[in-house]
């Protein structure tokens, strides 16, 4: 079995016409696992709502910024940054979306089933001080530290595979000893960082920009022959995936080659770890190939792994 952890809220975080973040993603995802022949292997959570959220954003945000978000939606929406429009509901909707992260931890620690967190705005750009890139909360980085410090583990990773560098998540866990951080990425693209010689404090931080129009052989080499050996290094207790789904050939986003079943074989490469794994939704703007991504991705995933 797989978990994926969804609710229809999730589409009240509403975006201007034409913005590629856009509820749709969900639906589609949401539709494509409802049809795949083994969906009778998917097991379908919500979200808790009740969980103590404002005490967690406390860890990586600051109250103004907090403050500022809350004052815009209640004055029905508005743009936290230039990419990043928030409406009504959406300080309510990314909070519902830190809890299902949380609960993904929860599941995958306790019932030690695979979780796919189906969750909207994403998170991995977002700033301590600011939303930005389409994201508002830092799911991942609390994700992790909500590991740490409730779960009591003691190392935590987070592979970032969004085409963009996860630049939010790792500005909050990169002085983190206890957190390993590793972004592949788009060389010279959004957001214009991620460069290798950002390490963290602890060599704790492993970045790898990859040039554009790169296929899966590129992906399978470099996690094989680097992502994997940083993180046997550290022997995490738990991996989370900032699931972005932009590196795809169709992204309209991006300039990378990557094919929906190549997803599942990244997912099988990572298996190997012998880890908990975490899935959470980050980018992926083409539907039908960001479906086929994810279907792929848990398909990998909906047996256990042979030792
Ligand atoms: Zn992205």
Redo the contacts with the bound molecule.
């Keep these: 079995m797989v978990a994926v952890i969804y609710s229809d809220d999730y589409l009240q975080h509403q975006v201007p016409y034409g913005h590629p973040e856009r509820p749709a993603r969900l639906t589609a995802i949401v539709q494509a696992l409802q049809t795949v022949p083994w969906r009778a292997s998917i097991r379908w959570l919500s979200p808790n709502a009740h969980r103590p959220v404002e005490q967690y954003l406390g860890w990586v945000h600051t109250p103004t910024y907090l403050e500022r978000l809350s004052a815009i939606c209640a004055q029905g929406g508005g743009y936290l940054d230039g990419d990043t429009p928030v409406s009504a509901k959406s300080d309510r909707v990314a909070r519902l979306a830190l809890c299902g992260w949380l609960d993904g931890v929860d599941w995958v620690l306790d019932r030690g089933e695979t979780v796919l967190v189906c969750a909207r705005p994403?998170g991995?750009?977002a700033l301590p001080d600011n939303g930005m890139?389409?994201c508002i909360f830092g799911n991942a980085a609390m994700s992790a530290l909500y590991a740490l410090k409730v779960k009591h583990l003691t190392r935590v990773a987070i592979l970032d595979w969004?085409?963009?560098h996860g630049n939010g998540t790792q500005a909050m866990v990169e002085t983190h000893p206890n957190i390993a951080f590793c972004s592949l990425h788009q060389a010279h693209f959004?957001p214009g960082t991620g460069y290798p010689e950002e390490r963290g404090r602890y060599n704790n931080v492993l970045n790898i920009p990859i040039p554009a129009h790169q296929d899966f052989r590129v992906y399978a080499d470099l996690l094989n022959t680097q992502v994997l050996p940083f993180l046997r290094h550290f022997a995490p207790q738990l991996l989370i995936i900032s699931a972005?789904y932009?590196a795809l050939a169709s992204d309209p986003?991006?300039q990378m080659n990557l094919q929906p079943q190549d997803y599942g074989e990244m997912t099988r490469i990572l298996q190997s770890l012998n880890c908990p794994l975490l899935f959470g939704l980050?980018?992926?703007y083409h539907l039908d190939a960001l479906a086929a991504a994810v279907v792929a991705t848990l398909a990998a995933c909906r047996f256990p792994v042979p030792n």
């Design positions: 994403p991995h750009h890139g389409f969004d085409v963009h959004y972005g932009d986003l991006a980050e980018g992926g």
